[in-house]
Nanobody, 119 residues
Framework: QGYLVESGGGLVQAGGSLRLSCSAS????????MGWYRQAPGKQRELVAT???????NYADSVKGRFTISRDNAKNTVYLQMNSLKPEDTAVYYC?????????????WGRGTRVTVSA
């Protein structure tokens, strides 16, 4: 099931900004923690930031002070504001959310959105 859909990726120069969005839709009873992960070419997927249903956030050290995660519970959407982007931020960014759906209560992944930062 495609419960999560990301948008907002693209090509940006170093020092620029992008805002990613991830919307959850479908037969969802509730949304718990949401987050963003990324996978660069040849590397493992890594955590970027998470946000609990109550708003508590957690960031990877590499993005602290540059990225901000937020969520709009009324819209079932999580955002990732990325500022001061660096070439090493280039990756496919994946949305993750723990959803209570008609099928199960578990973590779901989006298909990803590509972010490319040029030097």
């Amino acid at each position: 099931q495609g419960y999560l859909v990301e948008s907002g990726g693209g090509l940006v120069q170093a020092g620029g900004s992008l805002r990613l969005s991830c919307s959850a839709s479908g037969s969802i009873f509730s949304i718990n923690a949401m987050g963003w992960y990324r996978q660069a070419p040849g590397k493992q997927r890594e955590l970027v930031a998470t946000i609990a249903s109550g708003g508590t956030t957690n960031y990877a050290d590499s993005v602290k002070g540059r990225f901000t995660i937020s969520r709009d519970n009324a819209k079932n959407t999580v955002y990732l504001q990325m500022n001061s982007l660096k070439p090493e931020d280039t990756a496919v960014y994946y949305c993750n959310a723990h959803l209570d759906t008609v099928i199960a209560s578990k973590n779901y992944w989006g298909r990803g959105t590509r972010v490319t930062v040029s030097a």
